[in-house]
């Protein structure tokens, strides 16, 4: 009887040692051998799992995505079972405030916008920014949607606009940690207070 294919689960196994690696090493600094080490196999075991290192790096990419979304995913979650704790935008924008940065995977971008000029890692990085504007800025809907009354501060960017904007903030926080020009609670503060402008206006 045949064994069954488990390189599925195998790569899923693996994958968060892997982008851990790509987001503390870098993409040109992790070699092969460093990545199988990191993962307790061999390198040819890495290879029966991803074609070379590239598809390593942009499978880490992907996940750098999967794995917000399921932390995301319980949020919203949680806001469709008891709305009367904050929409599902809110309890997104505190949880990000609270842990922006925590696992380091951010670095798996900073790493790939320095290798644009390859088509696939292009590819993955605009798969990656399409999804979480796509995430947000419904959130943001929903959000506005939800909200009692007016903004206050004045009209409000549009969802879309909007959307890419927590984007710059959230980069702007890494970039803030990644520099130490901003402190841990610097960057809790950056988040929310410009994120919560970003839902509904400012002095929402």
Aim: overall charge positive; charged content about 25%; some cysteine.
């Amino acid at each position: 009887m045949p064994r069954p294919n488990r390189t599925k689960e195998k790569r899923a196994e693996l994958m968060p040692i892997v982008a851990s690696a790509f987001s503390e090493l870098g993409y040109r600094k992790a070699t092969t051998k460093a990545l199988a080490e990191r993962c307790g196999v061999q390198e040819n075991i890495l290879y029966r799992l991803w074609a070379d290192k590239k598809a390593m790096f942009v499978a880490s990419i992907d996940y750098l995505f999967e794995s917000t979304m399921r932390q995301w995913q319980t949020l919203i979650d949680a806001a469709e079972a008891d709305p009367a704790g904050g929409t599902a935008a809110e309890r997104i924008l505190a949880y990000d405030a609270a842990h922006r940065g925590d696992s380091g995977f951010y670095r798996i971008t900073f790493a790939a916008l320095s290798e644009t000029d390859d088509p696939d890692v292009r590819a993955a990085l605009k798969r990656m920014y399409s999804k979480f504007t796509g995430v947000i800025e419904s959130q943001i809907e929903g959000h506005r949607g939800h909200a009692a009354g007016p903004s206050r501060g004045g009209e409000l960017p549009g969802a879309a606009v909007a959307a890419w904007a927590v984007l710059g903030v959230a980069t702007a926080a890494d970039i803030g940690r990644e520099t130490g020009l901003l402190s841990a609670a610097k960057r809790k503060r950056l988040v929310a207070e410009a994120g919560r402008w970003l839902l509904e206006g400012a002095g929402g």
